[in-house]
C-alpha cells in the first residue's frame, strides 16, 4: 500500500476478567462500589478537595489517591488489572529493561449529574486507565483528544463518515466492569454526566521508574 500509518495512538479495551471470573469479578465490584461510597462520605480532606476542583462530584485524588496500600479490595483490583498492562504494554513494544509496571496512584470519582472532568493528561506516569464500577445508562465515556490537533494547519475537517482513527476525538463508551488503559500523555475528558444515578468509575497510573 502507498499510504502507511505512522505513529498511531493506542487505547487498550477490555473486560476485567473472562467469563470464568464472571461471579468473582461482581463481588469484587460490589466490594468496590461500598467502599468508594464508604470514602465520599468519610473523606473530609476529599470532599474538601472536590468542593474547589469537582464541583457537584467526589474524587479521593487529592486525599487517598494509593487506595491499593491502604485496601485489600483495591488491592485485589491492582492484580487483576496487570494482565492488561503487561498485555498492553507488549502492544505498545515498550522496551522496559527488564523492570515491571507498577501502580502508583489509585483513586475513586463519583460523578452525579451534570458533572464533569475537564481535559487534562496524567503527568509524571506512564500508563493511566480507569476501570468503571457503575454506569448507568447514558453514562458520558472517555472522550480521548488526537495528540496532533494543537499542530494541524490549514487542514479541513474530517468527514462525518471518516474512521475513528482519523478523527480528532474519540469517545470510548462507559461500560460497568471495563478497563481502559492509555498512555499517560494522551489528552482525555469526561463530558457531563447526563444521568441521575451517579457514575462510579477507579482512575490509576503505572509507572516504570
Known amino acids: 500500500m502507498p499510504t502507511r500509518a505512522l505513529f498511531p495512538t493506542l487505547i487498550h479495551v477490555a473486560p476485567l476478567a473472562g467469563p470464568r ?22 473523606d473530609l480532606a476529599g470532599q474538601r478537595w ?34 492488561h498492562v503487561r498485555r498492553f504494554a507488549a502492544a505498545l513494544a515498550l522496551d ?16 452525579p449529574q451534570g ?5 487534562h493528561l496524567h503527568p509524571l506516569s506512564t500508563l493511566s486507565g ?10 458520558s465515556g472517555l472522550k480521548f483528544e488526537d495528540p496532533r490537533l494543537d499542530r ?6 474530517r468527514r462525518t463518515d471518516a474512521p ?6 474519540h469517545t470510548v463508551a462507559a461500560k460497568t466492569g ?15 454526566n447526563p444521568s441521575a444515578t451517579p457514575r462510579v468509575s477507579v482512575s490509576f497510573n503505572f509507572n516504570w521508574f
Open 96 to 111: 522496559l529493561q527488564g523492570r515491571s509496571l507498577a501502580m502508583t496512584d489509585c483513586w475513586v470519582n463519583i460523578m
Open 178 to 192: 471495563q478497563v481502559v488503559l492509555f498512555e499517560s500523555w494522551l489528552r482525555h475528558e469526561v463530558p457531563p
Open 130 to 139: 480507569t476501570y468503571y464500577l457503575r454506569t448507568p445508562a447514558g453514562s
Open 152 to 157: 494541524y494547519m490549514a487542514a479541513p475537517p
Open 21 to 42: 471470573a464472571r461471579r468473582a469479578v461482581a463481588a469484587l465490584n460490589k466490594r468496590l462500589l461500598a467502599e468508594s461510597w464508604q470514602l465520599q462520605r468519610d
Open 50 to 83: 472536590s468542593e474547589r476542583r469537582y464541583p457537584g462530584g467526589y474524587t479521593s485524588y487529592g486525599s487517598v489517591c494509593r487506595l491499593q496500600q491502604v485496601s485489600p479490595t483495591f488491592a485485589e483490583l491492582e492484580r487483576r488489572l496487570q494482565p
Open 115 to 119: 458533572v464533569v472532568h475537564s481535559l
Open 164 to 169: 475513528p482513527e482519523l478523527q480528532p476525538w
